[in-house]
């Protein structure tokens, strides 16, 4: 089955730098979709960026320019690069991941991390 386990989550000052990284095991990181979301308590969840089979990435609008998606498909890893970061990037992570065709068809991520905890403080 698909696991996902996010880690490298922690408190950085405003302005500082974090790299969270996501295992995936049962299935290939380099050949699904996957994104990053972050939720904040009694707020929606949000996206923060994607990446596709070919290495495409897309960002919200608030985090592009500080925030970098890349994959490490030796090691079946999914990373988010974070940096000038500020407090309203605080929220629980997590990683998504699924094929490409079920992204395409919007039907939403079926496989899910259980989310890294970032402050920004």
């Known amino acids: 089955h698909v696991q996902l386990v996010e880690s490298g989550g922690g408190s950085v000052q405003p302005g500082g730098s974090l790299r969270l990284s996501c295992v995936g095991s049962g299935f290939s990181v380099r050949e699904y979709c996957m994104g990053w979301y972050r939720k904040v308590a009694g707020q929606d969840t949000e996206g923060v960026g994607s990446?596709?089979?070919?290495?495409?990435?897309n960002y919200r609008s608030d985090v592009k320019g500080r925030f970098t998606i890349s994959k490490d498909n030796a090691k079946n890893t999914l990373y988010l690069r974070m940096t000038k970061m500020e407090p309203e990037d605080t929220a629980m992570y997590y990683c998504a991941a699924d094929t490409c065709t079920e992204v395409a068809d919007e039907n939403g991520y079926r496989n899910w991390g259980q989310g890294t905890q970032v402050t920004v403080s």
């Open positions: 990446i596709d089979s070919d290495g495409n990435t």
